[in-house]
């Protein structure tokens, strides 16, 4: 039996790039693959590298939950917990901390950007926040975990972290291999192509929210940045912002983008905008129908509950295994 991991932050709402890049993928991969037990989480533990009100947080944790159902997720198959209820993750973490070096974490370029835009008050956490993400893959020995391309650097990290454990204390984990879509592991921002759409960017045009009204939605991806040109064709330096909306309605649609090319290559910027925004919403429709059924139900903490405890008995065992490694403890 394989397993599959994976996470998401409450950090800001669920957005479109993250479904593009990870949510739908999580699901495909659900009803593809065979013989793949499935873990995937609320990573509430991750949020707090930067300050969080605790109702809010408390809100969106609940809210991820109910997204990641609404979008699929089948919790027959997966499952489905919320990290912080499944200790044992804060302790691998420090002890995958215990493993890497200062440099190492300074490398990663998304501590690099945040830093950049933070000068003081940086939390320790956000430096050493890829320690935690290597112990959220290690605990569940992930064969397998799917990521957009802004997660290839923690990934790539944690795989560099379990060779240096296991040839240090001998065979412990196993080493997990990154899974990104082919078309939308980097989902760009509506206002400015040049970067990753983002749920803490400030512009809220800049994204589409899963739980943005629908009118709302259609109104962001009409109003996309685009070029000065008026064919609709795939060139990520010339034409960024029209590749990013070809890049959308492929993913959704599960199709090239050179068949998404021929679909339009005919249609004025309008016409495909147009098209554009009925997809997504086409998309997004019935997640936010179903979401609302799921919000405030028992079974979703039903779900939550059972995922945590199901988690728990394989994170306990691995603890015990990795204390024994280490020589911690007494037995
Ligand atoms: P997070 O919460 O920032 O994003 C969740 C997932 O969405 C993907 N993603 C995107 N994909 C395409 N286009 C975009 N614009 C876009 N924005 C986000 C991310 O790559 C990610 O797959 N550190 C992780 C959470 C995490 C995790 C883990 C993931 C914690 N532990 C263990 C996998 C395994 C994070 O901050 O993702």
């Not at 699929?72 to 901390?97: C, D, R, T, W």
Request: glycine share 4%; proline share 3%.
């Amino acid at each position: 039996m394989k397993r599959l991991v994976s996470g998401i932050k409450p950090t800001g709402e669920i957005t479109l790039g993250n479904y593009i890049g990870a949510l739908k993928q999580f699901v495909d991969l659900q009803n593809t693959l065979k013989d793949t037990e499935f873990f995937i989480f609320i990573a509430d533990l991750h949020a707090i590298t930067v300050p969080q009100e605790k109702s809010e947080l408390r809100k969106k944790i609940k809210s991820i939950a109910a997204i990641y159902l609404a979008c699929g997720l089948n919790p027959e198959k997966v499952n489905l917990f919320i990290q912080s209820e499944v200790i044992e993750h804060a302790y691998l973490g420090y002890i995958m901390e215990s493993n890497a070096y200062v440099g190492e974490m300074e490398r990663m370029t998304q501590y690099k950007d945040k830093k950049v835009k933070q000068e003081t008050g940086i939390r320790t956490s956000l430096l050493t926040y890829p320690a935690l993400m290597a112990a959220d893959i290690l605990m569940y020995d992930a064969n397998i975990v799917p990521i957009g391309e802004d997660q290839t650097q923690h990934l790539e990290l944690t795989r560099t972290i379990a060779n240096r454990f296991n040839n240090l204390y001998g065979d412990t984990f196993i080493v997990p291999e990154g899974f990104t879509p082919k078309t939308g592991a980097r989902i760009k921002s509506l206002t400015d192509p040049s970067k990753k759409m983002s749920k803490t960017e400030d512009n809220p045009k800049s994204y589409v929210l899963l739980l943005d009204d629908l009118n709302q939605i259609k109104n962001k991806i009409k109003s996309a940045v685009t070029d000065s040109d008026t064919k609709v064709y795939y060139d990520l330096e010339n034409k960024p912002g029209i590749s990013n909306l070809l890049t959308i309605y492929a993913s959704l649609k599960d199709l090239s983008i050179k068949d998404t090319e021929n679909l339009f290559k005919d249609s004025s910027y309008k016409e495909f905008k147009e098209s554009v925004a009925d997809v997504v919403v086409e998309v997004i429709k019935p997640i936010q129908e179903k979401y609302k059924t799921l919000i405030n139900s028992k079974e979703l903490d039903d779900i939550l509950t059972l995922g945590a405890q199901n988690a728990r008995i394989i994170a306990e065992r691995k603890i015990k295994k990795v204390n024994q490694r280490i020589g911690l403890g007494r037995k």
